[in-house]
């Protein structure tokens, strides 16, 4: 597919986005109609990393659960997190690597269960080998190799995003995996069916079982994003930040906390 006005082919991932228009003419006097697309010059931009938004996160630590009160008596329940510090391991450029990003490291992690590659890498950071390792694109602040970023990035009042793996429940069934309420009573033939799934389809038209139908299987671990949660108080002594509400995992489980 080309792009209308330039002659330059856009790949086919392109055709999701919304802002890309299929347009199908006759053009000129050539045989046949062409297909070419309308692309938006904000599309363009984006996905050149123009008008990408400039951002800022850390690596942190679940520790567990408190609660704040305000002046007024006011109650928020809050999560205790770790935050940091975390040292850049390595920086991305447009240049060398087609984006920017930070590489932010966390975590000491013992040399003899480092492999020859992981010692080396940290070595060009001057730290020590880190149990866990991730990129922030587009970091807002400008840091070199080997220095160091703590919570006094963020401050009281901001407005963060935490993501986190969810507790692994395991196999479950449809009640708790679903929120079913089983079939009913125990009357009409029906015994021990409360918890069970009931019908799976049809049997002669489809003769199978559907996509998508909701049955028991693996529960949680999953990775999830909480938005709008607020920065209540931070411990920089610490490396703590209290922020309100709840973040998915279990205590001491890694979540990252991004602005």
């Avoid at 070419?36 to 567990?64: D, E, P, T």
């Avoid at 970023?149 to 995996?177: L, M, N, S, W, Y």
């Avoid at 799976?200 to 999830?224: C, F, H, T, Y």
Wanted: aromatic share 6%; proline share 3%; glycine share 12%.
């Amino acid at each position: 597919m080309f792009v209308a006005g330039t002659s330059k082919a856009i790949n086919g991932p392109l055709l999701r986005l919304r802002r890309i228009r299929r347009i199908t003419e006759k053009v000129g006097d050539e045989p046949g109609l062409k297909t070419y697309l309308h692309v938006s010059w904000s599309v363009l931009n984006n996905l050149a990393g123009i008008n990408r938004k400039k951002m800022k996160g850390i690596i942190g630590k679940k520790i567990g659960m408190t609660s704040v009160f305000d002046p007024s008596g006011k109650q928020t329940a809050c999560t205790i997190i770790e935050a940091g510090p975390c040292v850049v391991t390595q920086v991305r450029t447009r240049e060398s690597d087609g984006y920017s990003a930070l590489q932010l490291a966390f975590g000491d992690k013992n040399e003899k269960h480092s492999n020859k590659s992981e010692t080396n890498h940290f070595a060009k950071s001057s730290t020590s080998p880190k149990k866990f390792v991730k990129e922030f694109r587009d970091f807002s602040e400008e840091k070199n190799i080997g220095e160091t970023i703590t919570v006094d990035i963020f401050a009281e009042g901001d407005k963060v995003e935490v993501v986190g793996t969810t507790k692994g429940k395991g196999f479950q069934g449809v009640v708790k995996r679903h929120g079913f309420h089983g079939v009913g009573g125990q009357s009409h033939g029906q015994h021990d069916r409360s918890r069970a799934p009931g019908s799976l389809g049809n049997s002669s038209d489809a003769s199978r079982v559907m996509k998508g139908i909701r049955m028991a299987g693996r529960m949680g671990s999953d990775r999830v994003k909480i938005k709008g949660l607020e920065i209540v108080k931070i411990f920089s002594d610490k490396n703590y930040i209290l922020v309100s509400g709840s973040v998915p995992g279990y205590n001491g489980s890694i979540v990252l906390i991004q602005k």
